[in-house]
């Protein structure tokens, strides 16, 4: 396998503000009174709107020697290697290297750790993960609640090996986390990846 990884592309989310059609002038002035709130808005006593939330707050971390703990290593017995790595919204990741195969655990806030078997999404053969991690979430108070992540899985297939493929993998973090998705190889494998949280059913049954 390579040692390239691909980059998940992180794109910023761009508000789309609503555009309101103004109607033609009657030519008089509007009446604050009949607006219900007593006042234009701006002045003193004017209902003042509520922020919309952001329901769909990006954060991203990585997997990488820079920002991970290595906890266990065994190079002798199949190159095996454990590291900590930070998340977000107080979970963290186990990753775990061994027999050129690559796998997470999602430690949750409360300690409990929970494996994903993302080796078994490719078959028990060889994998790698990307480097990037892709949180999605909403502010709650002021505070980053994220409620699944994303990231690239690279699967060496054909003869030898020799044909390398990215797969997207959702995982769902609300109850007990798990990969509900995996997207197939091809273009804008990024953008096809989120757009398969909408809808996630349940946990993927992984061998």
Excluded at 91 to 114: M, N, Q, W
Excluded at 143 to 155: R, T
Excluded at 165 to 186: M, N, Q, S, T, W
Aim: proline share 8%; hydrophobic share 35%; charged share 25%.
């Amino acid at each position: 396998m390579t040692q390239s990884r691909t980059r998940m592309v992180v794109l910023p989310l761009l508000a789309v503000s609503s555009l309101t059609l103004l109607g033609a002038c009657s030519g008089s002035e509007p009446d604050p009174a009949a607006s219900g709130t007593g006042a234009p808005a701006g002045l003193p006593g004017a209902a003042s709107p509520a922020p919309a939330p952001d329901k769909d707050t990006i954060r991203q971390t990585r997997l990488d020697d820079d920002g991970c703990k290595l906890l266990r290593s065994n190079p002798d017995e199949a190159s095996f290697f454990e590291y900590d790595c930070p998340g977000e919204g107080g979970y963290r990741l186990r990753f775990t290297k061994a027999d050129l195969r690559e796998d997470l655990a999602v430690i949750a806030p409360d300690g409990t750790a929970h494996k994903l078997g993302l080796a078994g999404l490719a078959g028990g053969g060889f994998s790698e993960l990307d480097d990037s991690v892709e949180w999605h979430g909403e502010m709650v108070e002021g505070a980053f609640k994220p409620a699944f992540f994303l990231l690239e899985q690279e699967v060496p297939e054909g003869a030898e090996g020799r044909n390398e493929k990215d797969y997207g993998i959702v995982v769902r973090l609300e109850g007990k986390p798990c990969v509900v998705a995996r997207v197939d190889p091809g273009p804008d494998l990024t953008l096809r990846t989120r757009a398969a949280m909408n809808g996630a059913g349940d946990c993927l049954q992984i061998r």
